[in-house]
């Protein structure tokens, strides 16, 4: 209750920032998208997204901290794209989100609003959250994705219902859990699971983007499996507006 109350003054007073996690194309090493991230930094505490997105869903509060990191980012990204090249940006969804009023028009708003165009926007979901309030949540971001807007399976292969969610739902992109990708030139197993998965997505006609990219023997074996793109530490960490910035100039 303490942090509830805490959160709701934190979004009054603005703690909350978001950092941006540069995605590349392997093929090329270009960035061709980030991931926006919530930071709170209460106070001078730093608070994981997993201890107080949990409350924040709770709460409720998850909705006008979503729409706010929505709009922002949306934002931000597109005054990227005006001045070096069209990447595209990420966001991760709540479930509470998703099934709130007016959540697919906040999301034509923050478009329109930013001039960002809806096919450089993917919204990211897990496949739980399309077991719970499944038909609804379902129609919702197939209502999103008719704006142009597309699709991500975030964590995919650790759901219990992978396979059946690809057919059901209508999405652009899967995004390899690290639990696989930590397991490249390491563990056989894994290996294995990691290139069925990208030949499964491409079969299917999907992006594939490997998560978790901590090494460079990750990163060679993810090329040599024609895995479409990665993210990691190895990569670029999350990092502030201004580092991404930077980056897009430098990289020019
Ligand atoms: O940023 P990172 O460690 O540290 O994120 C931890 C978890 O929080 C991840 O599962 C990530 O998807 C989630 N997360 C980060 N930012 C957001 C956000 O803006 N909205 C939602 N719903 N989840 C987020
Ligand atoms: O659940 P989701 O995929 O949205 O979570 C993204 C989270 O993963 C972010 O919080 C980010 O900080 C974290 N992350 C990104 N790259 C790496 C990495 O290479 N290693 C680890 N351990 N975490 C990472
Ligand atoms: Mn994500
Ligand atoms: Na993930």
Redesign the pocket.
């Known amino acids: 209750l303490e942090l509830a109350a805490d959160l709701q003054r934190a979004l009054i007073e603005q703690q909350f920032a978001i950092e941006y996690q540069p995605v590349v194309d392997l093929a090329t090493s270009r960035v061709t998208a980030v991931?926006a991230l919530v930071r709170w930094w209460r106070g001078s505490v730093f608070v994981p997204p997993e201890q107080f997105l949990g409350p924040a869903e709770d709460t409720g509060l998850i909705v006008p901290l979503s729409e706010w990191i929505l709009r922002e980012s949306c934002r931000e990204v597109a005054a990227w794209r005006a001045s070096s090249w069209d990447i595209g940006l990420?966001v991760?969804l709540s479930a509470r989100q998703i099934t709130a009023p007016r959540f697919v028009e906040t999301v034509a708003e923050a478009l329109e609003d930013s001039g960002l165009p809806a096919s450089a926007l993917t919204l990211?979901v897990i496949e739980e959250m399309l077991v719970e309030d499944a038909e609804e949540t379902i129609s919702r971001l197939s209502e999103l994705r008719a704006l142009g807007v597309r699709l991500a399976i975030?964590d995919f292969g650790t759901g219990y219902a992978s396979l059946a969610f690809l057919r059901q739902l209508p999405v652009d992109m899967i995004?390899i859990d690290p639990s696989f990708v930590e397991g490249l030139g390491r563990d056989d197993t894994l290996t294995l699971l990691t290139r069925t998965i990208v030949r499964l997505g491409h079969d299917l006609g999907l992006i594939v983007v490997a998560e978790g990219i901590e090494r460079p023997e990750q990163l060679e074996q993810l090329r040599e499996m024609g895995c479409t793109r990665g993210q990691g530490f190895l990569v670029a960490r999350p990092m502030a507006a201004k580092g991404v910035d930077s980056l897009m100039r430098t990289s020019l």
């Open positions: 991931e990420s991760n990211e975030d995004k």
